[in-house]
């Protein structure tokens, strides 16, 4: 089981050398029950990680918030959204626990040959294991952890 958050590429302009920028309509869905904030971060110069990006990526510069996974919502069309008050340039759409946002990306290359970025993703994770033994303080919430992944898209060929 995975307990943060799942990102899927969904759609893609065609990337030509011409005009340079394209969008892409990315995914995140949270598979817990708690909300869960994301910031996307693009790599810095000289990442180590960063090794094979043929492109330049302009990620949401504000934070995501992911409604947490509700088992009875998920099939229930007229459940009550969460008012997350998104931007519309980078939020296309949200549903449940599941949200799609937009990031720009510039190639960087005129040659052919697919296309890359890479950027970080950092998400807060809670430890939701329920201890065997109850501890005396009662039940304190659990202290968010910040964790960070390095993402890397390969998004196909130029169109010239």
Same mark, same amino acid.
């Given at each position: /089981?995975?307990? *943060? ?9 065609? #990337?030509?050398?011409?005009?340079? =920028? ?8 949270? $598979?817990? %029950? ?7 971060? *693009?790599?810095? %110069?000289? +990442? $180590? ?8 990526? /302009? ?10 996974? +509700?088992?009875?919502?998920?099939? &229930?069309?007229?459940? =009550?959204?969460? +008012? !997350?008050?998104?931007?519309? &340039? ?8 599941? #949200?799609?946002? !937009? #990031?720009?990306? @510039?190639?960087?290359? %005129?040659? +052919? *040959? &697919?296309?890359? @970025? ?5 998400? &807060? ?8 033994? $109850?501890? =005396? =303080? ?13 993402? %890397?898209?390969?998004? *196909?060929?130029?169109?010239?």
């Amino acid at each position: /089981m995975s307990y *943060g958050p799942i990102l899927n590429w969904l759609t893609t302009d065609r #990337i030509r050398t011409q005009n340079g =920028e394209c969008q892409v309509l990315l995914t995140l869905t949270n $598979p817990v %029950e708690n909300i869960t904030h994301v910031t996307l971060v *693009g790599c810095e %110069e000289g +990442d $180590p990680e960063d090794i094979n990006s043929t492109a330049k990526v /302009m990620v949401p510069t504000k934070k995501l918030v992911l409604a947490g996974k +509700d088992a009875a919502a998920e099939y &229930d069309e007229l459940a =009550e959204p969460h +008012d !997350f008050q998104d931007d519309p &340039d980078v939020v296309a759409f949200r549903k449940s626990n599941k #949200i799609g946002f !937009f #990031i720009k990306v @510039v190639p960087q290359r %005129e040659e +052919d *040959g &697919d296309v890359t @970025v890479s950027f970080k993703i950092r998400h &807060d994770f809670r430890n939701l294991a329920t201890p065997i033994r $109850p501890s =005396e =303080e009662g039940d304190a919430p659990t202290e968010a952890v910040w964790l960070t992944h390095h993402v %890397e898209l390969s998004l *196909g060929p130029l169109v010239a």
